[in-house]
């Protein structure tokens, strides 16, 4: 008797579990990400981005940032320089419960303003993921790394990572 209490209750606790898969198609999701950058030297940035659930699994990504590095070494001289770039791609997410990984990548414009005017503009992608805590259907937060390959343009790649807020709402 004993053994089917105990496994009734078994049952009863694993059945009865909520598990928070609410991600899904038509789902929108705003996300501030402050984060650390660095294109041959350190910085910090902030970027704002948009999606929208395409399909349980696939969101569509709309961001753009901007960066400050405030010492960087260019043709051997250290100068100042900002970032800013704009982005379009997709998100895919494995959301099965409260913990939610994902993968992301993106094409873009990117351009990079020095210290003295000169400006430079440039076209590549990024390649990333991280991994967001829900613990309710409203919000979110998370931790990212990107990797901005520039493919075409006079500007360095460089790499971003930091923390990531979420706001959903249909």
């Not at 990504?61 to 960066?67: V, Y």
């Not at 430079?120 to 259907?137: A, I, K, M, S, T």
Request: glycine residues 12%.
């Amino acid at each position: 008797m004993f053994r089917i209490r105990l496994s009734v209750l078994c049952i009863v606790l694993i059945v009865g579990t909520p598990v928070i898969a609410v991600a899904g198609e038509g789902e929108h999701v705003v996300s501030i990400r402050p984060e650390y950058v660095n294109f041959h030297s350190h910085g910090g940035g902030l970027s704002i981005g948009y999606q929208w659930g395409f399909s349980d699994f696939i969101n569509l990504w709309f961001d753009t940032g901007w960066s400050y590095v405030p010492s960087q070494s260019i043709d051997g001289e250290a100068r100042s320089a900002q970032r800013l770039y704009s982005t379009v791609g997709a998100v895919y997410h494995l959301d099965s419960s409260q913990w939610v990984p994902y993968l992301s990548t993106s094409l873009g414009v990117y351009s990079q303003l020095l210290t003295e005017g000169e400006s430079h503009v440039g076209f590549g992608f990024q390649l990333g993921g991280g991994l967001d805590y829900r613990p309710e259907r409203t919000w979110s937060i998370g931790i990212f790394g990107m990797f901005h390959a520039i493919a075409a343009g006079r500007l360095p790649h460089h790499a971003s990572a930091g923390l990531r807020v979420n706001i959903y709402f249909r």
